[in-house]
């Protein structure tokens, strides 16, 4: 369970990211998410349910929000401004002109 803690974590925290609410327990995903990993501590002792599905599950979830934030951040620091001058495109990919100082 330990594991599957920091996971649970990690979530809620990807989720403060992108949420419009202040506190975190008022957010429906994040309540949703909550509610299944109790549901599922309850099934894996009792039924024995696969004890790793959580934790895919957790994980899946987990590397797609942090993916979208990544892939957001990324976006609007190399969107396309129109015409940029040289020094500005050597800057970017970090390249210095011959006339710059070393």
Known sequence: MN???????SLINEIRHVAKEKKMKDNIMVQYILEEAKKHRETSEVLCK?????????????CYLESQRKYNEIRTQYAGKGDR???????LVGFKLPHDPK
Do not use: H, P, Q
């Open 3 to 9: 594991g599957n803690l920091k996971i649970l974590r």
């Open 50 to 62: 696969a004890r790793e599905e959580l934790k895919s599950m957790g994980e899946n979830y987990l």
């Open 85 to 91: 001058s040289v020094k500005e495109t050597a800057d």
